[in-house]
């Protein structure tokens, strides 16, 4: 990019932002002041489209970040209207190919050697090229080959110049969310500083490669002892920050169902297993694949064993499933988890004031949020379709589905609601599998897939309050068990300094404190294991009824310990 392209580059983001900030105050504060609402609210349609198309088409011309901005705003269904939303979405991160001399040049420069001293092969032209880097094929040298215990692989290199556009991207976004903080109709609803930096640090870490091998390495470990999952082999030796050399794993692409169908693979159980990955990256690892795209996963047919068990059911399956691209991920920090876990609980239990406080904990409501209306939506909610198992709610009328979510969507859009980037690209990650597994089986139910992992966390929290429950039971019975052995002890201490009086009315009165003690660790114990059993006897209707038959023995002695004593 010569001298002159980047202050060129930042005066068309910054114009284009500038014209539109014009126009939003022009027809949103000035004309209502004016008394012409009815102008604003009659045009307001086709010019938030219109301005879609231009930033679209904007988008396009540039390339570079401004790609991945609008892909990223049209995500951002908490903040910006149906019609820039459904007119960015189909922004896609292609883009002409850069010449391969410039790209031979990058790498050689980084790899410190000639493409034909590091690779037998090296193909000229891109098996994918996209904003901010291309994918070529290639063959390792002999030793390198040995070396890895692999042959092929594809390389991936930075477009070159990436680096100084997107730091000319990011310091225009940066200006632009400066002018959005002083526009009170919109500082109001998003903190646009925040979200700039958040779509920083992602987009940085996506340019940076070596980051990205890390990425990769740690979903394999992660997934070590599943052999439905499959990450390709970093060669660590071919790797700098702007050249990415992976093991080769093409395969079958996950969206063609005619291939899958050739190699005898059912897509509707590829749908299954494919949900029941992504959810377990959620649910049981934290660190998702948040771009799971058909162009980032493929079906691996595998030759058919003896050991392996192969069928429906949770088996499994004679083929796997291969992960690339790691360079969006998603992080789930334990505070996330368990705002999310909260969230599911509240869900759960229909608890529309619980789900609120669960999102203030999440980070998606702004302190400034007023949820009456939001706890009003949450209970017609609920009244809707609470009643519903996960299973009943795919045979709703589609249509009362819309009307709802048309309703909801103004009610989310009016509040200072925003979803932070890393709960953005969870939320990114589980839309994109929601609708690859709609392409590949009409009939999935996202909801069924993750109807278990709510039902584990029910669970898990039912044991978490029989845990507490039980240590503090245990706390109290040691502390009341050991009580009367130390005020023993401290009657000994006196009676070796030869105290003058007499401590048998004390003593007297230590033994009956001893058995009340006894008796209150008798009444603990029974209140432990009778509401123990009883919050397990749905989960484990043995191990439950057993706790609250036993409850009976320190039950009889708390009532009856006294009496036997007395005679």
Known sequence: MSDGAPRARSRRILTFAARRLLQLWWFELALPKLGLSSITARTRERRIRKIAEEFRT???????????????????????????????EGL???VPPVPFPAIRDLAE????????????????VPVAAASLGQVHRARLSELDAADNGLADVVVKVQRPGIDQIVAVDLAALRRVAGWLRRVRIVSDRVD??????????????????????????????????????????????????????????????????????????PPADVARVFAEIMFDQVFTHGFVHADP?????????????????????????????????????????TELRAGLRALVIAVAARDGRAMIEAAGEIGVLMPSAETGELERALSQLFERFGGM???????????????????????????????????????RSMALTSGMCSGLDPEFNVWDAVEPYAARLL?????????????????????????????????????????????????????????????????????????????????????????????TLPLLHALFAGVLGRR
């Open 58 to 88: 904007l988008a396009v011309e540039l390339g570079g970040l401004m790609i991945k901005v609008g892909q990223f705003l049209s995500s951002r269904l908490d903040v910006l209207p149906p019609e820039i939303t459904s007119e960015l």
């Open 92 to 94: 896609q991160d292609e």
């Open 109 to 124: 420069a980084e790899l410190g050697a000639r493409l034909g001293q590091v690779f037998d092969r090296f193909d000229e």
């Open 192 to 265: 646009a500083p925040a979200l700039v930096e958040e779509f920083a640090q992602t987009s940085l870490e996506e340019i940076d490669y070596l980051h990205e091998a890390a990425s990769a390495e740690r979903f394999a470990e992660s997934f070590a002892d599943d052999d439905r999952v499959y990450a390709p082999a970093v060669v660590w030796e071919r790797t700098t920050r702007r050249v990415l050399t992976l093991e080769d794993v093409t395969a079958i692409k996950i969206n063609d169902t005619d291939a899958l169908r050739a190699a005898g693979i």
């Open 293 to 333: 795209h058909p162009g980032n996963i493929f079906v691996t047919p595998l030759p058919r064993t003896t050991d392996r068990d192969d069928g429906p059911g949770g088996s499994t399956p004679p083929w796997r499933l291969t992960f690339v691209d790691f360079g969006m991920m998603a992080e789930v920090p």
């Open 389 to 427: 198992g996960f299973a009943q709610l795919k045979h709703v009328d589609p249509r009362e589905f819309r009307d709802f979510g048309a309703e909801f969507g103004d009610v989310m859009r009016s509040l200072p609601f925003q979803l932070p980037e890393r709960l953005l690209l969870l939320i």
């Open 459 to 551: 669970d898990e929290e039912r044991g978490d309050i029989v845990q507490d429950l039980a240590a503090e039971a245990l706390k109290s019975a040691g502390l009341l068990w050991r009580m009367p052995q130390r005020v023993d002890a401290l009657i000994t201490k006196a009676d070796q300094g030869r105290l003058a009086f007499d401590t048998s009315r004390l003593e007297r009165r230590l033994d009956r404190l001893e058995g009340v003690a006894r008796r209150v660790v008798s009444a603990v114990l029974f209140a432990a294991l009778l509401i123990g059993g009883a919050v397990l006897v749905a989960l484990n209707p043995v191990v439950g009824t057993t706790l609250m038959v036993a409850s």
